[in-house]
């Protein structure tokens, strides 16, 4: 494993995240793989977090059309005009229902079929795969580590166990 995966893997990957910016940024980040390699990803995530505003929900549920053409000719994000309408909208989703985090724990434990079809009815660019890896690589389903992963023991000494609360 190259030295970003293994930093994300050991330092982020299946654990809880604190802030409802942080959420909505690995959900970004998340939509933004579909298609690519997550060392890509992880590659280009100093310019998403410039590019978004550090993914501060308010700010980008506001983004304008000017927004949205600067952001197109942003070379240090993936310029694919549905993943950025995407990030736009689900900003204003998010919003709009007032907290992520609570959102997600409401709801929290489903399993992925019923994850999926909920954030296929409540954000745009959720498929199953987008879903999956978003709520694998913040702790609401388990199986982020196997048995023999180190981090696997320090995620509450069990990949299976329930997500922590912050």
Known sequence: MDEWNT????????FPLATEDELFERLV??????GLSWLTILKKRDG???????????TVAAYSDADRARLLAD???????L???AAIENARRIQA??????FLDAHHPLDRTAWTK???????????EIVNEFLLSTGYLPGAHDADCP????LNGSASAPRRSR
């Open 29 to 34: 980040l998340e939509i933004n793989q579909a």
């Open 48 to 58: 998403f977090r410039r590019a978004y505003d550090n993914f501060h929900i308010p």
């Open 97 to 102: 229902m007032g907290s992520f985090r609570s």
């Open 151 to 154: 981090i696997y023991h320090q």
């Open 7 to 14: 930093a994300y893997h050991n330092t982020e990957y299946g």
């Open 118 to 128: 909920l954030f296929k009815k409540t954000f745009v660019f959720t498929g199953g």
């Open 83 to 85: 993943k950025i309408n």
């Open 75 to 81: 070379p240090g994000i993936i310029r694919n005009r």
